[in-house]
T-cell receptor, first 112, second 113 residues
Framework: QQQVKQSPQSLIVQKGGISIINCAYE??????FPWYQQFPGKGPALLIAIRPDVSEKKEGRFTISFNKSAKQFSLHIMDSQPGDSATYFCAASDTGGFKTIFGAGTRLFVKA | DVKVTQSSRYLVKRTGEKVFLECVQD?????MFWYRQDPGLGLRLIYF???????EKGDIPEGYSVSREKKERFSLILESASTNQTSMYLCASSFPGRAGGYTFGSGTRLTVV
């Protein structure tokens, strides 16, 4: 089965610090790479996404960096806040959106 | 506010019972999905549907079936519940071609005893 490998499994960051979560994929047919944020008791919510024709996308404090040749992408959360404490999932999808493969998730805890 | 609504937040069922999980979306999305979420395994696709009465198997369809009689409603059926089906079940929907841009429900935590 095609995989998306996500690391680390858990992450503790000081308030104001940078949180970095990494993902690697295998299938070069994937052309859409979203990140989801999930709070306890809630379903995942789309946070930010990127297509492989760009190397970086920034939305507020959240940035995706994409390395097509290495088949890797990462989420950077700048100025991390306690309210960012959640589980983050990376994913890789084909254009039709039918085959989205999710990473195993990273539980982020931001210390106040 | 657009929504994907799952009928139950928590369910406890006995081994061998037939279990129905219901999902309704109000966004007129063509695509609907059922995932299960287990610690350390992420989200795994059980079934998806791209139109009324259409269904396709995902990565882990064994022991499950689905029904989509109306566009807005997608049901997951556990034919004979087993303890290894204890999990969090997430329903999602999307427009076709909106790759990966899913709207998820809040999930149903099912415990099979």
């Amino acid at each position: 089965q095609q995989q998306v490998k996500q690391s680390p499994q858990s992450l503790i960051v000081q308030k104001g610090g940078i949180s970095i979560i990494n993902c690697a994929y295998e299938n070069t047919a994937f052309d859409y790479f979203p990140w989801y944020q999930q709070f306890p008791g809630k379903g995942p919510a789309l946070l930010i996404a990127i297509r492989p024709d760009v190397s970086e996308k920034k939305e507020g404090r959240f940035t995706i960096s994409f390395n097509k040749s290495a088949k890797q992408f990462s989420l950077h959360i700048m100025d991390s806040q306690p309210g960012d404490s959640a589980t983050y999932f990376c994913a890789a999808s084909d254009t039709g959106g039918f085959k989205t493969i999710f990473g195993a998730g990273t539980r982020l805890f931001v210390k106040a | 506010d657009v929504k994907v609504t799952q009928s139950s937040r928590y369910l406890v069922k006995r081994t061998g019972e037939k279990v129905f999980l219901e999902c309704v979306q109000d966004m007129d999305h063509e695509n609907m999905f059922w995932y299960r979420q287990d610690p350390g395994l992420g989200l795994r696709l059980i079934y998806f549907s791209y139109d009324v009465k259409m269904k396709e198997k995902g990565d882990i369809p064994e022991g499950y079936s689905v029904s989509r009689e109306k566009k807005e409603r997608f049901s997951l059926i556990l034919e004979s519940a087993s303890t290894n089906q204890t999990s969090m079940y997430l329903c999602a929907s999307s427009f076709p071609g909106r790759a990966g841009g899913y709207t998820f429900g809040s999930g149903t935590r099912l415990t099979v005893v």
